[in-house]
């Protein structure tokens, strides 16, 4: 037997929930990856040019795919929608590098998981959907929990500083392009919606890196393409795991970066979390959960009350 068809016959055996945690624990591993090259880098590249070039590299990536068919790729009819999606993307991905470079990984990574708190708003706001009070309670308590990370009225380590504010800002944004994505997954498809926001992102993140452009020597110029293409493979293996598995059971792996986090912070950057930290990453972390395996029971009912076609 052949070793391609060993893999299948593997392949094969597994539930698709556990193909979708594979690839979902994956993501985990390259975007911790990813995040410590950030950290390594950002004493020499400031966020804004560490974005272009990881723009860059994720264009170059997707460059073959796109030959393949670049009309069905480049279809759309929403072009605004892209846009605002890309500008809103480009403007995250560097506010979120910022945070990568000044906080321990353990802490920016925990305020990161706030964009699904804020998706309760948004989607309220933006697609109209109805907030129950559970949803708005799940919402409140997570943020509890970053009030105690951020330890507002305590020593000051860890209050609201430029590098916190910009951890939250960029989870606000990127909870923005992922509301957009809901809409314009309506009539386009993933792989549209992933080569425009690396091309337009690509665009954007050109002037801000103007401002703090410098010529990388070679080593360091290979350790951001390696940056860039990581980066890219992290959105893959996410979509693959979420394609493949259940969002309920998918959401909670995600979770597992924080756990990678906190080990590449120790192990590489001599970096201890707080217990403050700890504890309000746990609420958030919980909250979340609750939020998205809410959502995913609440679509199914839905989904199940439907009269069929």
């Not at 030959?67 to 009819?77: I, M, Q, S």
């Not at 609750?290 to 839905?302: A, D, F, G, N």
Request: net charge positive; with cysteine; aromatic share 10%.
């Amino acid at each position: 037997m052949s070793l391609l068809a060993a893999r299948r016959g593997f392949g094969a055996r597994l539930t698709p929930n556990l193909r979708g945690a594979l690839w979902m624990l994956a993501s985990a591993v390259l975007f911790t990856a990813m995040t410590t090259l950030i950290k390594y880098l950002g004493a020499g590249y400031p966020a804004a040019l560490q974005t272009f070039y990881r723009q860059l590299a994720g264009v170059i990536v997707l460059l073959p795919l796109v030959a393949r068919d670049w009309r069905g790729a480049l279809r759309t009819t929403r072009p605004g929608i892209l846009i605002f999606r890309s500008s809103a993307g480009v403007l995250a991905m560097i506010l979120a590098f910022y945070a990568y470079q000044e906080l321990p990984l353990a802490d920016a990574n925990a305020l990161s998981f706030t964009r699904t708190l804020w998706l309760v708003p948004l989607a309220a706001l933006v697609l109209r959907e109805p907030l129950g009070p559970m949803r708005i309670a799940a919402a409140g308590v997570g943020f509890v929990g970053v009030l105690i990370m951020l330890k507002p009225g305590g020593d000051g380590a860890h209050w609201l500083g430029w590098p916190q504010a910009a951890a939250l800002a960029s989870a606000l944004l990127f909870a923005l392009t992922i509301t957009g994505m809901k809409v314009m997954t309506r009539d386009h498809s993933p792989f549209t919606l992933l080569v425009y926001a690396a091309g337009l992102g690509l665009v954007f993140s050109i002037p801000p890196a103007l401002f703090v452009w410098r010529w990388p020597n070679w080593p360091d110029l290979g350790l951001l393409a390696l940056m860039g293409v990581i980066g890219t493979l992290t959105q893959g293996c996410y979509i693959k795991g979420m394609e493949a598995g259940e969002a309920a059971v998918m959401a909670p792996i995600d979770y597992t970066r924080l756990v990678f986090a906190v080990a590449a912070g120790f192990l590489l950057f001599h970096e201890t979390p707080s217990p403050a930290v700890l504890a309000g990453a746990a609420v958030v972390v919980a909250s979340t959960l609750y939020i998205s395996v809410r959502e995913h029971r609440l679509s199914r009912l839905k989904a199940a009350a439907e009269p069929p076609p």
